[in-house]
């Protein structure tokens, strides 16, 4: 049975319990540090950074004014290629739609890409309870699912786990539902990511119904994107025959240009890369290729009661990337199960509090406390959210409840008390007054030990005393003349009033009444300053690049080689030596290609060719070694090369079963920036976007190639002259 | 130049010390000290752990006290900073228009020490000596609100035979964060344990820093540890003449 969050404890109580844990402060403190250099790294090699999340904020503040229409939209486009949207407005609704939607198909078992929302939700309970398997693919999923465990981190679930406990739990644990670990297996990152693609290959290549969330919907295309590193989301969006997708409503992005900063800001605010190895985009029902069935779940669970706070609807900018987490002091020493829920880290101290709004257990009380306020999660956040001043705002709620609800709590009187104290200037002199009177009798500098409720400071401090002679004292003794009480008449303080709340409840209302509930709720109170115009072509971040086409295939070269992929230069005509050799040195013996593949690229290859022509099953695909295939586009700034199923690829599937990809890049393909890409791009085709073999950072946040999709990626870049 | 002095209530009630230094060192620099009697506490406490009315209820005192005031200068960054950002914030969340632009007005004219001589008085050499190792740990608010970065080691690099010292992860927080350090004391110490062993670690006899408060912390850390590092609010290292 999949384990969930639920906890009422508040948040100090659970950080006591992991702080006293070694292992896990080791483990936390290592893979953080490690990520926060790698982001820093491809950060600060960015000129247009900052412009970047300004755009980030700004289209997803756009979004938030619009999302009633955007929604709609996103519909009528999901609609007009083939898939069919579902509302939810709470998570019950979305699991009982995704319970239906599987035992529609018969299918007792799903496999599913990692998504924050599903655990948000509780899902894989939700899907067991009707005997339905859920399998979690992702390897930091699958780690935490085989450990019977709890999630610790937005990217990296298993974060809190090093190699050896991640060992040990393959090895105990993955002969109970399914390939067992083989033997000897040892704690090498390589071998567990070995292991865990032997385990799980077979429920891939045979699974019928897939589920997915997604880190981007476009509204103007009907478009998910889909960001992963090993493969296991490619091969789940691409080979069920049912794809269902859970997303908050809050993903949308207003357009296909919007991808150009997206991508730019995700990766390398997430795992510290220029790009994540695979991208996945589709929408609707692609023929021919991928799911014949798709689902969309468009999910609210709290979104619109956020959305209508105007001071933190900003939480809902969020694109999960984890950079807050990486970066937090708090989260490095605690990790994320102290948390209590799906959400960790800053932004889950600011958006679990926004999403359950109303809801006062010790847990969301505790949240909004859970920080120094130092300011590191905003100044990382790639979409800009001030996390600290949010968390302010939600502890001036937690405040104003209490007011209420325990007006004579100790904590309340004594902030009434010190406020007393502090707004008058004769009871704080007669308070330092005191203090130096105290220092007289104790003659001490320090105590080692202090009452309740200081004495959660002497828990770990020591503290000091007040001295003998104040400041006041020596300065009016030393400066006659120049301590004025005030020059200012007294003022009255302006009232101020509490302005009233925005926030209603959603009126109850039938099930099949959701999606009007929703489009409703969803929209905005609290237009902002935009207009109907997406903001997505007036920000100044970079567009074009400046780099000669030599200087674009030398960058594509190197980023390729930095992602372990080999590349070479041939003519036109020298295609096929190289293809033949590239086989030839993986002893790859039979390869696939699609029908229009030039056939000068095979020439004279003494391996077998298969062509996708009529479409070759799943397991005829595995029983090849090796495929060719062109591309659409590729982008030298993050050595990533773009699939359409355009000329000379072919469907999805024909890239990825296959344990060796070689793929054929004209040089005039090359562009060198994300947004260029994004232009030449046709917002509607089916895409992968490929940056090197398939890999993980799972394992203590190192990355290491080969996971699901192909472990070795061979690039011949055709030159033009 | 005349310059009001906003204590601080934590330096007025436990370092007069720091007082001491900011007044001679403007002085010896040939500007003037006037320290408002009736100042109390910028509302801080209160403002980050969401009592917003208390807090501006605070700030209102502030407001009144520093009015008259050309140059208000201050020996934290953490009560500039809360002057200049949370006095804004939180007239915000009451609703108050008028308030927001009222401390706004405020803000622009109420400095962090170290930045009024870098950045108004443009000093960097103020004629200190004081031959230890020292280590400047940025404290949140000054680093990332006030965003002060090069400023204050401009300023201790100047200091005669003072030898500043780096160490392993200075930019992270040191655990304080005001309320937190009660409401997770747990956590609080554990992130200031690593803060001083990594100054340790590097060698250093002195922590200096822009906020006293953080250092109480971090002082109360290395003292409860037994570790024999000194904690120095940046004024009174550029007070010595050692
Ligand atoms: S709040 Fe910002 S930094 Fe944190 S996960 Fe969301 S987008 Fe990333």
Redesign the interface.
């Known amino acids: 049975m999949t384990k969930t969050f639920n906890s009422e404890s508040a948040?100090?109580k659970l950080?006591?319990a992991e702080?006293g844990n070694a292992q896990l402060?080791a483990n936390l403190a290592r893979a953080t540090t490690t990520i926060r250099e790698k982001r820093l790294r491809v950060v600060k090699e960015l000129p247009d950074w900052e412009e970047l999340r300004s755009a980030g904020a700004a289209i997803k503040d756009y979004v938030l004014d619009h999302l009633d229409e955007l929604a709609t939209e996103l519909e009528s486009n999901v609609t007009r290629r083939g898939g069919v949207v579902h509302w939810a407005r709470t998570g019950e609704e979305a699991n009982e739609i995704v319970v239906e939607l599987v035992k529609a198909t018969s299918a007792s078992s799903v496999v599913k890409v990692k998504s924050m929302v599903t655990q948000e939700i509780g899902l894989n309970a939700a899907l067991e309870h009707e005997g339905i398997a859920a399998y979690e693919t992702d390897l930091a999923e699958l780690i935490v699912q085989l450990g019977d465990d709890l999630p610790s981190h937005i990217l990296v679930p298993a974060i809190h786990k090093n190699r050896s406990e991640i060992r040990d739990i393959f090895i105990e644990e993955m002969g109970r539902s399914g390939l067992a670990a083989p033997a000897g297996l040892t704690d090498d990152p390589a071998q567990l990511a070995a292991a865990a693609r032997a385990h799980l290959r077979d429920r891939f290549l045979s699974a019928t119904v897939g589920i997915s969330g997604a880190n981007f919907l476009i509204a103007d295309s009907g478009g998910l994107v889909v960001v992963e590193s090993e493969g296991n989301g490619r091969m789940c969006l691409t080979l069920p025959q049912t794809l269902i997708s859970v997303v908050g409503v809050e993903k949308i992005v207003p357009n296909w240009e919007s991808l150009g900063v997206f991508l730019q800001l995700l990766p390398r605010s997430s795992t510290g890369e220029r790009m994540n190895p695979y991208t996945s985009i589709f929408s609707g029902v692609t023929p021919g290729d991928g799911p014949q069935q798709f689902h969309l779940v468009l999910l609210d669970n709290g979104r619109t009661s956020a959305l209508a706070d105007p001071?933190g609807r900003e939480v809902l900018r969020c694109i999960r990337c984890s950079a807050c987490l990486n970066v937090c002091?708090?989260y490095e020493?605690?990790g994320g199960h102290a948390y209590g829920n799906t959400y960790p880290g800053p932004i889950g101290a600011v958006l679990v509090p926004q999403l359950r709004k109303g809801n006062r257990s010790a847990l969301e009380n505790?949240l909004?406390?859970?920080?120094?306020?130092?300011?590191?999660c905003?100044?990382a956040c790639p979409v800009k959210i001030d996390i600290p001043?949010i968390l302010?705002?939600?502890?001036?709620?937690?405040?104003?409840a209490q007011r209420v609800e325990h007006p004579n709590n100790p904590e309340l009187l004594s902030?009434?008390a010190?406020?007393a104290?502090?707004?008058?200037?004769r009871r704080?002199?007669g308070?330092?007054r005191f203090?130096g009177l105290l220092a007289r009798v104790v003659r001490r500098t320090?105590v080692?030990h202090l009452p309740p409720?200081?004495s959660?400071?002497?828990?770990?401090?020591?503290?000091?005393?007040?001295?003998a002679?104040?400041?006041?004292a020596?300065?009016?003794a030393t400066?006659p003349s120049?301590?004025?009480?005030?020059?200012?008449p007294?003022?009255k303080?302006?009232a101020?009033?509490?302005?009233e709340s925005t926030t209603t409840a959603p009126p109850a209302l039938r099930e099949d009444d959701a999606r009007d509930a929703m489009i409703e709720s969803l929209g905005s109170p609290h237009h902002g300053v935009h207009d109907g115009t997406p903001p997505t072509g007036s920000f100044s971040f970079r567009r074009v690049g400046e780099l000669s086409s030599d200087e674009r295939v030398a960058q594509f070269t190197e980023r390729l080689v930095e992602y372990r992929a080999s590349v070479v230069e041939a003519t036109k005509d020298g295609v096929a030596d190289h293809v033949r050799s590239f086989l030839a040195r993986q002893g790859s013996t039979s390869v696939i290609a699609a029908r229009d593949v030039p056939p000068s690229w095979l020439a004279d290859t003494a391996s077998v060719v298969a062509f996708d022509d009529p479409p070759l099953s799943v397991a005829q695909l595995d029983d090849l070694d090796a495929t060719v295939s062109g591309c659409a586009v590729a982008i030298s700034e993050t050595g990533t090369i773009v699939l359409d199923a355009g000329t000379h690829q072919g469907r999805r599937i024909i890239s990825l079963i296959p344990d060796h990809l070689i793929v054929v890049v004209e040089e005039p393909q090359i562009v060198e920036l994300v947004p260029e890409a994004v232009a030449r791009l046709d917002a509607s085709a089916t895409q992968t976007w490929i940056s090197g073999p398939s890999a993980t950072s799972d394992i203590e946040l190192e990355r290491i190639e080969g996971v699901h999709g192909p472990r070795v990626l061979d690039v011949i870049i055709v030159r033009a002259s | 130049m005349k310059v009001a002095l906003f204590l601080t209530c934590v330096n007025d009630g436990l370092f007069p010390a720091t007082g001491r230094a900011v007044v001679e060192v403007l002085e010896s620099l040939g500007h003037e000290v006037d320290f408002p009697t009736e100042q109390t506490c910028c509302g801080q406490l209160h403002l980050n752990a969401g009592y917003q009315r208390e807090g501006l209820h605070v700030a209102q005192q502030f407001r009144r006290v520093f009015e008259p005031y050309e140059f208000v200068v201050s020996p934290s960054a953490s009560c500039v900073g809360t002057v200049r950002e949370s006095y804004r914030n939180a007239a915000r969340t009451m609703g108050d228009p008028r308030l927001e632009a009222d401390v706004e007005e405020l803000a622009g004219r109420v400095y962090e020490f170290s930045e009024f001589l870098t950045d108004v008085l443009h000093v960097t050499d103020v004629g200190a000596r004081f031959p230890h190792r020292v280590a400047y740990h940025p404290t949140c608010h000054s680093l990332r609100t006030l965003g002060l970065k090069e400023g204050p080691k401009d300023l201790l690099r100047a200091v005669k035979d003072l030898e500043l010292v780096d160490f392993k992860g200075s930019d992270q927080c040191c655990g304080f964060g005001g309320m937190f350090a009660l409401k997770n004391a747990a956590t609080s110490v554990a992130i200031g344990v690593d803060k001083v062993t990594s100054v340790e670690d590097a060698g250093a006899e002195v922590l200096c820093a822009l906020d006293n408060s953080c250092l109480t912390h971090v002082g109360g850390v290395a003292s409860h540890e037994r570790l024999p590092l000194r904690t120095m609010h940046l004024a009174e290292i550029l007070a010595a003449r050692e």
């Open positions: 948040f100090p950080a006591q702080l402060r001071e002091p708090v020493r605690t505790s909004p406390y859970a920080s120094s306020l130092c300011g590191a905003y100044e001043r302010v705002k939600l502890r001036t709620d937690v405040v104003d902030m009434k010190v406020d104290m502090f707004s008058s200037p704080f002199q308070l330092v203090g320090k080692r409720p200081l959660a400071w002497t828990s770990g401090r020591d503290a000091p005393l007040p001295p002679e104040s400041f006041r020596w300065f009016a400066h120049a301590s004025t009480p005030s020059a200012a007294t003022s303080p302006p101020t009033s509490r302005a």
